[in-house]
């Protein structure tokens, strides 16, 4: 059994993605990231670095005591190479899916997930216009990059539907809201259809829909209380000795 400390985001979700992709049995444990549960002291001893998504196999391969895995990118080559499926093991085929796993979380994670942020901000903590077209152009040089791939291969990685494909998928969900038009990257919007139409993906994109709060709907102090503990974050004090 897989224990996913989880909440429903884009890192999250690309996580049940593969686990329903994979029909590997697994337990939804929430950590709701918008009441600090990420800074609690038995989290951080899952991930130092306070960010879910957090894997715990209960049943590792070869037995012994679970193992804990943080970063997304790594709990998903964890579960592929755990079940073998959806990253190839051979030494080309292994890297071809492994640089753009890493591209997604060196670039396009980061980079949609500012824009998403400073679009969502507005001006109300002053100008953020030139923060917004920073991050929306280069948000867009993103998709362009994907668009030109998926004019080559089916797939972000070949021909081959692997976990390059489902790490990326998530975070492109809102398009929209990234000031983005797919209609202008035409063989993207064809990948992007494909692969929200496979039922796995679906059902991995539904995880947690209970947990999910509309922040905007809340009350304003309420949002401010979240936006305290979510954004602006500095360094973690060393217990004290």
């Known amino acids: 059994m897989i224990d996913l400390h989880y909440w429903p985001t884009p890192n999250g979700k690309k996580v049940t993605i593969l686990l329903e992709e994979c029909g590997l049995p697994y337990k939804i444990v929430p950590c709701n990231i918008q009441q600090g549960d990420q800074f609690k002291p038995e989290f951080l001893g899952m991930n130092p670095n306070h960010r879910m998504?957090?894997?715990?196999?209960?049943?590792p391969p070869g037995g012994?005591?679970?193992?804990?895995?943080?970063?997304?990118?790594?709990?998903?080559?964890?579960?592929?190479?755990?079940?073998?499926?959806?990253?190839?093991?051979?030494?080309?085929?292994?890297?071809?899916?492994?640089?753009?796993?890493?591209?997604?979380?060196?670039?396009?994670?980061?980079?949609?997930?500012?824009?998403?942020?400073?679009?969502?901000?507005?001006?109300?903590?002053?100008?953020?216009s030139y923060a917004v077209t920073r991050f929306t152009d280069e948000t867009n040089r993103l998709y362009g990059v994907l668009n030109n791939r998926l004019y080559r291969n089916r797939y972000v990685a070949g021909d081959e539907y692997t976990i390059a494909d489902m790490i990326c998928y998530p975070w492109t969900v809102n398009w929209r809201g990234q000031g983005q038009d797919i209609e202008e990257f035409k063989h993207f919007k064809r990948w992007f259809e494909e692969i929200g139409e496979r039922p796995a993906v679906k059902r991995g994109m539904a995880v947690g829909a209970d947990l999910s709060v509309d922040v905007s709907k809340l009350p304003a102090e309420e949002q401010a209380r979240i936006r305290t503990i979510m954004y602006n974050q500095r360094a973690i004090p060393v217990p004290a000795e």
Not at 53 to 59: A, K, Y
Request: aromatic fraction near 12%; glycine fraction near 12%.
């Open 53 to 59: 998504p957090v894997m715990v196999d209960r049943e």
């Open 64 to 128: 012994g005591a679970p193992i804990t895995v943080f970063e997304s990118g790594a709990i998903m080559m964890y579960i592929a190479e755990k079940v073998g499926r959806f990253w190839p093991q051979d030494l080309r085929g292994k890297y071809e899916v492994a640089q753009w796993v890493i591209w997604q979380m060196a670039n396009q994670g980061p980079k949609l997930g500012e824009c998403g942020h400073f679009r969502r901000l507005g001006d109300s903590r002053g100008d953020q």
